[in-house]
């Protein structure tokens, strides 16, 4: 999964009347393709070269350029930009490269945690922390664990039903309903970051006495902000962590996490369609707003925050088509 979420402030200056910044961000083409369907109410019809899309939300200017690069330009921008993941100054270090984890890591016994729902309007929140150790490896690979992208659905839920017989894991499951209740408090990063901190910290007493020789997270943000956010929790990981984006590629541990997430995903997504009486679409898709007028018309908005994250901009896409 690819995940470059390293965020940087350009600069931020003050006029006279109020302050003003410029926030960009590097995004990698999912992300742009997620940003573009978030904003896509707030579009602007015109041509700026090289860009992918302009926008304007609440005084707050977003130009995504073709180069990955997206800038937030408005009294608001830091706030917008924040929605993506927390922003840095310029000094901040890079992400971590596979340069920094061991040299074997690959061979090693590792604890590895991954996320999935993050980026659909409908669903859960999943995270998973998963423990696989060297002599698991080759069982892991026979069975054809590995990106959970480049498997179907089907051999998703198949293999994750295999893994939670075979390895120690940790799965976390935020609903709709919790996280639209703590969602103003906690941003998409503080969020994640508690989930994986929680679900590492789990596990590592479920193995207890026995200790992963490494514990590597699937980068989301940059490794400042998870222990600046890990230390807001009430257990905080002492141990030493890794960061690396397609963390999946690095150990099988990731991609093992990243399956049980996935699996208990579509599961939830499919229990919550079966009450809902009507399909329930992962992503952010005009699909989405579709389906979310449907459940407003059905049940307002108690039956929609049941079922959704209710501070995507599809809810109020929603809204305006169940007015028409």
């Known amino acids: 999964k690819t995940k470059s979420r390293e965020l940087r402030y350009s600069f931020m200056y003050k006029n006279e009347e109020n302050f003003m910044s410029n926030v960009i961000i590097k995004a990698t083409n999912d992300q742009l393709s997620q940003m573009k369907a978030y904003y896509r109410s707030y579009l602007l019809n015109k041509q700026i070269p090289y860009t992918s899309f302009a926008a304007k939300k609440d005084g707050t200017t977003i130009t995504a ?155 989301f943000t940059p490794e400042a902000n998870f222990k600046k956010y890990a230390r807001l929790e009430k257990n905080q990981l002492q141990e030493k962590l890794y960061f690396v984006t397609k963390g999946e590629q690095y150990h099988l541990a990731v991609a093992a996490a990243s399956i049980i997430s996935r699996a208990s995903f579509l599961e939830e997504l499919d229990k919550a369609s079966a009450e809902a009486g009507i399909t329930l679409p992962s992503g952010a898709g005009t699909k989405s707003d579709q389906v979310a007028a449907k459940l407003l018309e059905k049940g307002g908005m108690p039956m929609l925050e049941k079922y959704a994250k209710l501070h995507f901009a599809n809810t109020e896409k929603a809204l305006k088509l169940l007015k028409k």
């Open 65 to 219: 350029y073709t180069s990955g690069k997206v800038m937030f330009q408005g009294t608001n921008a830091a706030i917008e930009a924040d929605k993506w993941g927390e922003a840095q100054d310029k000094q901040a270090k890079p992400a971590k490269t596979a340069s920094s984890l061991p040299k074997n890591i690959s061979q090693l016994s590792v604890l590895g945690s991954d996320e999935v729902g993050n980026g659909s309007y409908f669903g859960p929140l999943t995270v998973c922390a998963a423990y696989v150790k060297r002599d698991q490896l080759a069982e892991l690979r026979k069975l054809g664990v590995r990106d959970s992208k480049e498997l179907k659905d089907s051999q998703i839920i198949q293999l994750a039903d295999i893994l939670k017989k075979t390895i120690p894991y940790k799965l976390l499951v935020l609903s709709p309903e919790k996280y639209n209740e703590i969602q103003p408090k906690y941003n998409a990063v503080r969020m994640k970051v508690a989930l994986h901190n929680q679900a590492i910290h789990l596990l590592l007493k479920k193995i207890e006495p026995e200790k992963p020789e490494a514990i590597l997270i699937d980068q």
